[in-house]
T-cell receptor, first 112, second 115 residues
Framework: AQTVTQSQPEMSVQEAETVTLSCTYD???????LFWYKQPPSRQMILVIR??????QNATENRFSVNFQKAAKSFSLKISDSQLGDTAMYFC?????????FGKGTKLSVKP | DGGITQSPKYLFRKEGQNVTLSCEQN?????MYWYRQDPGQGLRLIYY???????QKGDIAEGYSVSREKKESFPLTVTSAQKNPTAFYLC??????????????FGPGTRLTVL
């Protein structure tokens, strides 16, 4: 089965510091899309960032950026200047045919 | 405001009863999805539909059924055949295929508890 693996079930970071969440995936496709979603305590899922596999440039969205290593099938999320509002579950996902395959998530706690 | 609504927010069911979870979107999206979320399991796909009157099984479709009679609506029925239905259920929609990079937009979820 094609899978998405998030090896860090829980992480914590001090406010204003930088944290990196890891994600690896399986695929036999050459072009595909990768996503990071955030689920805060309200449980509302929100897209954080998206990366197209054939684009070598890493995607960035304000304080959020990715380190995409296609050969290693790695897609980590870096959060800079962490804020209390970043406390959430973070899910990595890969586009597959008509839908998404999600990892099991990393619970991030930002401490004041 | 455009978005996805799910109702009810909390739902209680007795064992042996079928129950239907509502999902409506006014984003004019073609594709809709149902996920189940359990602690430590991430999101698992139950069913998805890319067009009206057509839908496909996901990874954990057993004990569930869906219909897609209208573009805006994708109700999920949890049947008595589902052995462990207590979970958080999320509905999502997208303009096109997520395999093609389209973002999925999520509803607020329904928490189903079997008594």
């Amino acid at each position: 089965a094609q899978t998405v693996t998030q090896s860090q079930p829980e992480m914590s970071v001090q406010e204003a510091e930088t944290v990196t969440l890891s994600c690896t995936y399986d695929t036999s496709e050459n072009n595909y899309y990768l996503f990071w979603y955030k689920q805060p305590p309200s449980r509302q899922m929100i897209l954080v960032i998206r990366q197209e596999a054939y684009k070598q440039q890493n995607a960035t969205e304000n304080r959020f950026s990715v380190n995409f290593q296609k050969a290693a099938k790695s897609f980590s999320l870096k959060i800079s200047d962490s804020q209390l509002g970043d406390t959430a579950m973070y899910f990595c996902a890969r586009g597959s045919q008509g839908n998404l395959i999600f990892g099991k998530g990393t619970k991030l706690s930002v401490k004041p | 405001d455009g978005g996805i609504t799910q109702s009810p927010k909390y739902l209680f069911r007795k064992e042996g009863q079928n129950v239907t979870l509502s999902c409506e979107q006014n984003l004019n999206h073609d594709a809709m999805y149902w996920y189940r979320q359990d602690p430590g399991q991430g999101l698992r796909l139950i069913y998805y539909s890319q067009i009206v009157n057509d839908f496909q099984k996901g990874d954990i479709a057993e004990g569930y059924s869906v219909s897609r009679e209208k573009k805006e609506s994708f109700p999920l029925t949890v049947t008595s055949a589902q052995k462990n239905p207590t979970a958080f259920y999320l509905c999502a929609s997208s303009m096109g295929s997520s395999g093609g990079g389209n973002e999925q937009f999520f509803g607020p979820g329904t928490r189903l508890t079997v008594l």
